[in-house]
């Protein structure tokens, strides 16, 4: 079963900040926090991924609470190709059975104009 | 650099028939996977493979069978289609520790 919660749905302007909640209040000491998005039909893509640090690359930012419970995903400044379900969820960062992905339902960030 | 490559695209199969999903990276990973994803739902993992010669089962794997042979092809097999097979199916692939990369699907019907 999936780790983490998410809100089903969010709304963001176009150009505001979307920021994007997770909940993973059972999270090992071992487990990162990764954020993947499907645009509709295609596959997932990678977003970002944190341990306890907070988190900025070229697509968003990760803000990790210090207690590891619960984290957000920044969009700086959404466009409506930022549409698209956006999943939360935590594994281990090592190989071997445990370095599988598994989603949960995501949140459907919808984009206005 | 093609990533990761999932053919066909599209297939139509009857009840009963058989087929195969290929996926290949190339990108030297030791992790591949795959996922199918129903429509409005999130994806569920179907198999899974560590490294060559070696695979295991995920979430819903009844109805399904993979092997992987080389470190670069990882197909999944479907023997005997069923209508609860229509789905739309990911291949990934991921190195050590790192995101994954995923393909861009194979939509199938079973009718």
């Known amino acids: 079963d999936a780790k983490t919660t998410q809100p089903p749905s969010m709304d963001c302007a176009e150009g505001r900040a979307a920021n994007l909640p997770c909940n993973h209040s059972t999270i090992s000491g071992n487990e990162y926090v990764y954020w993947y998005r499907q645009i509709h039909s295609q596959g997932p893509q990678y977003i970002i991924h944190g341990l306890k640090n907070n988190e900025t690359n070229e697509m968003a930012s990760l803000i990790i609470t210090e207690d590891r419970k619960s984290s957000t995903l920044i969009l700086p400044h959404a466009t409506l190709r930022d549409t698209a379900v956006y999943y939360c969820i935590v594994r281990p960062n090592y190989g071997g059975a445990t370095n599988k992905l598994i989603f949960g339902t995501g949140t459907l960030l919808a984009v206005q104009p | ?111």
Not at chain 2, 73 to 82: Q, S
């Open chain 2, 1 to 111: 650099n093609a990533g990761v490559t999932q053919t066909p695209k599209f297939r139509i199969l009857k009840i009963g028939q058989s087929m195969t999903l290929q996926c290949a990276q190339d990108m030297n990973h030791n992790y591949m996977y795959w996922y199918r994803q129903d429509p409005g739902m999130g994806l569920k993992l179907i198999y899974y493979s560590v490294g060559a010669g070696i695979t295991d089962k995920g979430e819903v794997p009844n109805g399904y069978n993979v092997s992987r042979s080389t470190t670069e092809d990882f197909p999944l097999r479907l023997e005997l289609a069923a209508p609860s097979q229509t789905s739309v199916y990911f291949c990934a692939s991921s190195g050590q520790g790192y995101g994954y990369t995923f393909g861009s699907g194979t939509r199938l019907t079973v009718v």
